[in-house]
């Protein structure tokens, strides 16, 4: 069984006012989160992300299709026993202390007073903030409260974390902390799925992708397979014993090439030169020192312009 | 269920204990009962008529004052600053939410009324005014004026802004302390718009002067323990449609 299940959700806002347009937030998206993967949802802003997640969370209702939290239909109040989650950019209590907050979390999701007492604890040790769990949520930074946040989707240990955007306002120490808490929920078998529009993060941590554009998936799967669908690569060659920019051989071949003295850096445009290249430097007397396949980025699957649709 | 919705309770009660505006108000009655005192040393005669009248108009309006601006946040707030989210992704159900919201907020009230009976009675009995068993049904009343007050600050909050909603529920109260004057206007009109909006307005809003029996009990003049009863059970029932009706609206909206 999944653990989250979409299928063709449709979610249309109706204008506020006659006349105007309806805005269509999501438009037939479909996709699933296997259980104890970290899945993550990439698009830029606007894309149905947010959405996405209000409707999986029964905040929001959807205009058609189905979504699916473990096994139930979402929005069902009794499965959220076993999901936690951080909203984008949390607002909280801001009168409560760090500690206050957890327990009212805490007492929300049913657990007993010593079990409150132990995961308060314990959670504002593994999110950095056991200095200031007597401090008022009014006093904190964005990224204090971005951690405080994560604590509190985690404080009845749910099997399905859902995070909106949870590294986002936070300094490098920040995001690798929320990083590593992500991956030891893997660990302990949890399924994690988090929203994003920072590509590295989720290249980082991510098992597989779903990468939305205009409330609809436009790629999904592996990161490493993203990376490489249908895409030829570029080929880094460095050599050093001879001067390959005066080999027409290899302008020819080579999208680019520096020459540095005798050391030069051949760049070729796909694997399929690559022998060849090789087989050139040797003739000429050259020592290969490396070579290196650059792999794509997910950010190609924002930009590439067939990815864009009107 | 009791469980999330006295949890809800606790934390709303919490949260009017820390807010600075409460203590405002409730500065202001007592600092309002104390005038009553010295306005009561400058006149010469039924000196203890102007204490038992302000201090028990000051109660009524701190209370109604309390009702209405912390009532018309109770929801809109937790919308407006997003804090909602977080709540509503846990095993609550959305009227639980709203019950908890109006517990705890009644708790505030009740306390709030609480305190300021204990230092009316106490400044009667300094300035040697007649403690009248009528002054309690009063203050009675008033209580339930304003748990009514509240359910239709937050009635309204569910589903429009703190703005609004302010200015809606104070619409509502001032009609509802109008309703005999807006039926004595459609009796007499002969305009038929006119007559159907005053019907439709004595109709629709609460009859609160029903509530108020302030002027004759600070004469020491009581009611009777039926309608004591029945006006009592009228601003309950009332409040409880109110309550009913914003569970029905909250429960279908979006976040």
Redesign the interface.
Same mark, same amino acid.
């Given at each position: 069984m999944d653990a989250i299940r979409i299928d063709n959700l449709r979610k249309e806002f109706k204008p506020s006012w006659p006349g105007r347009t309806p805005v269509q937030a999501l438009d037939g998206l479909t996709l699933s989160v296997e259980r104890g993967e970290i899945y993550g949802f990439l698009g830029p802003n606007g894309s149905g992300k947010t959405t996405t997640l209000k409707i999986l969370m029964g905040l929001m209702t959807a205009s058609s299709g189905r979504a699916e939290v473990l096994g139930h239909p979402a929005g069902h109040v009794e499965t959220r026993r076993q999901v936690g989650f951080l909203p984008e950019s949390p607002y909280f209590y801001t009168y409560l202390t760090a500690q206050e907050f957890l327990q009212f979390y805490g007492q929300l999701a049913g657990l007993s007073r010593a079990k409150i007492a132990s995961r308060v604890q314990e959670l504002l040790e593994i999110v950095g903030m056991q200095h200031a769990g007597a401090r008022q949520l009014r006093t904190f930074s964005k990224g204090m409260l971005q951690r405080v946040g994560l604590a509190q989707a985690l404080i009845h240990d749910p099997q399905l974390v859902v995070l909106d955007e949870p590294m986002s306002g936070l300094d490098p120490v920040g995001r690798k902390q929320i990083r590593d808490v992500i991956l030891s929920l893997r660990d302990q078998g949890k399924t994690v799925f988090f929203s994003s529009h920072i590509i590295p993060d989720v290249e980082m941590i991510c098992d597989r992708v779903g990468v939305i554009l205009k409330g609809r998936i436009v790629a999904e799967g592996r990161v490493d397979e993203l990376m490489t669908r249908g895409r030829n690569h570029s080929i880094e060659i460095m050599c050093e014993g001879f001067v390959s920019d005066r080999i027409p051989e290899l302008r020819e071949m080579a999208t680019r090439i520096l020459q540095q003295g005798l050391r030069s850096l051949i760049v070729l445009p796909d694997s399929t030169s690559v022998d060849k290249t090789i087989g050139i430097i040797r003739d000429h007397g050259g020592r290969l020192i490396s070579v290196i396949p650059h792999k794509g980025s997910l950010e190609d699957l924002f930009v590439t312009p067939t990815n864009q649709r009107d | 269920m009791m469980?999330?919705i006295g949890?809800i309770a606790i934390?709303t009660f919490?949260?009017n204990l &820390?807010?600075k505006i409460l203590y405002n108000l409730l500065f202001f009655a007592l600092a309002l009962i104390s005038a009553s005192l010295l306005l009561a040393h400058m006149t010469f005669v039924e000196q203890h008529r102007i204490i038992t009248d302000m201090g028990l108009a000051a109660i009524n309006a701190i209370g109604v004052l309390i009702g209405i601006f912390v009532g018309i946040g109770l929801v809109s707030r937790e919308i407006e600053?997003?804090?909602?989210?977080?709540?509503?992704? &846990?095993?609550?159900?959305r009227w639980e939410f709203i019950l908890g919201k109006y517990a705890g907020l009644a708790l505030t009230l009740s306390i709030n009324i609480l305190i300021m009976l204990v230092v009316y009675l106490a400044t009667l009995v300094v300035s040697g005014a007649t403690l009248y068993l009528s002054l309690f049904q009063a203050v009675g009343l008033i209580f339930v004026e304003v748990l009514l007050v509240t359910a239709i600050a937050m009635f309204f909050s569910t589903f429009t802004s703190s703005t609004l909603s302010a200015i809606m529920t104070i619409g509502c109260y001032v009609i509802g302390h109008l309703t005999s004057d807006l039926r004595g206007v459609a009796v007499k009109t002969q305009n038929e718009a006119v007559k159907g909006l005053m019907n439709a307005l004595y109709y629709l809003c609460p009859n609160l002067d029903l509530l108020n029996i302030k002027g004759q009990a600070a004469s020491g003049v009581g009611v009777s323990i039926s309608y004591e009863m029945l006006a009592a059970g009228y601003g309950l029932l009332y409040a409880a449609a109110l309550i009913v009706g914003a569970c029905v609206i909250f429960e279908r909206r979006?976040?």
């Open positions: - | 469980w999330n949890v934390n919490r949260e &820390r807010d600053r997003r804090t909602i989210y977080t709540i509503m992704a &846990r095993p609550l159900k979006d976040f």
